[in-house]
């Protein structure tokens, strides 16, 4: 199958906006992407969708209301007008293409629609500093998986010595059901977070802050459309089902992690905060960017069949570079800029998110519009490319040198965390996910 | 403390009400109960709020709109009149406990408020028989806990014969997070889910239907109020964060949750299906039921401070009985009546709904309105009151003996589980929960 099959007039990499800054061949936001997300005015509480555009967001409510998404008909119009994307998504996929198509038409520079909404800016068109991001979709349900290889194999060594890899992982996209409540949208604080750990094996475990707070790198999937309970997805038909990715931050407490887990797994080591980056870009925006999933390593088991599609194994991965920095506070007192810690790619995890979400109903498990599907952290082959603290500092084994002179074993209060995530591609414009940031807080004063 | 300190005017024994069949000193639903569900007429698609009295309902919606309500302001009264029990329980236990007063005056034998729903009765009251249960909450997220260290010490010993107690079970008040969407309404048929077993521990596992298809008996908890993101629910007020309590069936996939549970807990084997019972039946109208909560064994480690709340100690178990009955196919066809599988108390828990409650809350996770808690497993000391089959029946080597002649180790395709639960206790009236049930279906034809 031809990866690039699926593509059409919006990736076009001749396209140029009319929001000049969408044409910087180093923006995340070019009219080739136009990502999804919802946001709140500085000057209103209602939250609004947007599609981003350059350094300027696309504001769908006001775009609809000045009637440029018309002629998609009325149940995509009020969708566009509601608080969040969980109304765009139970229309499904095929609405959200017509969707971005429709906005790539607005935002294009020289076409009839285009001229139209040039003029039209100062309604509909809102610049990103003048606006906070939320979290994109009302989420029914997260889950998390546990999709790279290398991070199950790295984790895995340091829990369980003799068995680092489970016999289990190369037939089972593992996951478990994670916290909705707690995902916070991309900015929010997070408050390191009190738990019982077991610092002594002799001694009673104690409640208090965490000590070995972590980030994990993950791309998120957001759920279209809907399976009655019951009725599985086969693999064929899982792509319809996801509109998008975005970065995701699972922020872990290890140290609660460890002592918890067992046997029913992770709970309130994860389930204190998860942030969801600012921006869903479409799996139609990242179709230039599909590459062969990951080769499994000769003499590992085929998927068994509802997880074998050979279409998806040539067309599943995506090519996202993924990168994590951190800034600490000393480094903001000192004005040094944040420091990159790791860098890897998406392409490299075992499972792609078409065999997640198949998996995942292959119970008759009902998904539904705005769930929110976890990748796992993303981590590669080299040690440069591990995505949480827990493996770059071997367990603290090997602490992370800031340029700040500080070291990390994992975070202290006051570490932020940027994670960046983009594809690029000869012959293909570039696109990006925007930053999903998030800032440690101390512990809140309490009684231990 | 004294456990019947918050006692009031409608637990008294001497109520009568004037819908006869509450009357009845073996109904489950006399007028000191006054359970919450929501229920949709035979005749209208719109869900409405109602509470079970005798074999009858009272509709919250016509009853507010006749002015039953008004004089607990326009909150209550709108929370009464909406699709489901969220805006009550995001009111809080306060304003639910009035609402449970003030309907305990309306259907009370001999007061002004009585005498006027009397004639009122054609609008607000419906028969059981005209109406369907619906799941009576918009449940946000849904946690699963492994209370009962009877449970777990025989569960254990099956899949870890080397360690059936794990050293953090007596600290930590173990759960995971559950599957939202797939909470289904009291009576819904459940399919036989497929899934990845391994059968043969030397040859690639199998997708097909579970052949260890179990019930587990629990009972589930609804969480009323808020807290935000970052703060704790101390144990002495975690009690006014439970709006009440209901049956449960956790429906468990035995053969698929073996081979997918490590490292990160159950997933599929779960989320297929859990049945939640009609009737949620306030902790106000439970308190005279309270029993100190279990005692831990000599030597047992106390909970730890955060954990630990004299008051909750003396007061925090609920003598509920909870009893499993099955009828299967072949038993209806010949008119075989269903037959008593287990009979346990909820009083046998390790750990506390409040216990439960303050843990999840303990690292800052928000809990909302529509919450649920499950408790896992009930099962007491004795073989006869374990609360899943494959306890039960000792994982296959002691299959049960049902009256047509049957044998089961698991569950087969037509058996329908049917959960009992109430209080009794001298000088106080009996009250129930209603049935909790729900029918195998076989699985659904598909590729394997």
């Known amino acids: 199958m031809n990866p690039t099959s699926k593509l059409d007039e919006s990736h076009d990499p001749a396209l140029r906006s ?37 350094d300027q967001v ?23 007008q509601s608080w969040s994307l969980n109304a765009l998504l139970a229309l499904g996929r095929g609405d959200a293409r017509a969707v971005r198509l429709a906005a790539s038409r607005l935002l294009r520079r020289g076409t009839p629609e285009g001229r139209r909404a040039q003029t039209l ?31 199950a194999t790295n984790v895995g060594a ?156 040539l067309r599943g991965g995506f090519g996202i570079t993924l990168e994590v920095w951190l800034r600490s506070e000393t480094m903001r007192a000192a004005e040094i800029p944040a420091v990159r810690l790791s860098r890897g790619s998406f392409g490299s995890m075992y499972w792609t998110v078409t065999q997640l979400l198949t998996h995942h109903s292959s119970n008759g498990c009902n998904l539904r519009p705005g769930d929110l599907l976890g990748s796992g952290t993303v981590s590669g082959p080299e040690k440069g490319s591990r995505g949480c603290l827990l493996e770059l500092a071997s367990r603290g084994a090997e602490p992370v040198q800031l340029p700040s002179g500080e070291q990390r074993s994992f975070l202290a209060d006051g570490d932020e965390v940027i994670f960046r995530g983009w594809c690029e591609r000869d012959g293909v414009t570039r696109i990006g996910f925007g930053e999903c940031r998030g800032e440690v807080r101390a512990a809140s004063p309490g009684v231990e």
């Open 18 to 54: 009319w929001i000049g800054s969408a044409n910087d061949s180093a923006a995340d936001f070019p009219i080739q992407n136009l990502p999804f997300g919802v946001f709140r005015h500085d000057f209103e509480e209602r939250p609004r969708v947007g599609i981003a555009i350059g």
């Open 58 to 80: 696309l504001d769908c409510l006001a775009a609809a209301r000045a009637g440029c998404f018309a002629a998609l008909g009325p149940l995509v119009d009020d969708a566009l």
């Open 121 to 151: 800016r100062e309604t509909i068109i809102v610049g990103m500093d003048h606006l906070s991001m939320l979290v994109p979709a009302e989420i029914g349900d997260y889950t998390d998986f546990y999709a790279s290889l290398y991070h």
């Open 158 to 313: 340091m829990f369980r010595p003799d068995a680092p890899l489970l016999p289990n992982y190369k037939y089972v996209p593992i996951g478990y059901h994670g916290r909705a409540s707690s995902i916070v949208a991309n900015g929010t604080p997070v408050r390191r977070p009190r738990g019982q750990t077991r610092p002594d094996a002799n001694a009673p475990p104690v409640y208090g802050p965490a000590k070995s707070l972590d980030y994990e790198l993950e791309v998120g999937a957001f759920v279209c459309g809907e399976n009655a309970i019951g009725e599985t997805v086969p693999i064929a038909r899982a792509e319809e089902r996801i509109f998008g990715l975005c970065l995701l931050n699972d922020w872990s407490a290890r140290d609660m992690q460890s002592w918890e887990y067992q046997p029913l797994g992770p709970f309130l080591a994860k389930s204190f905060a998860t942030t969801v980056g600012p921006w869903v870009v479409t799996l139609d925006a990242l179709e230039p960017f599909r590459t062969a999933a990951f080769a499994r390593p000769m003499g590992d088991p085929a998927p068994l069949p509802y997880l074998n599609d050979p279409g998806d194994q």
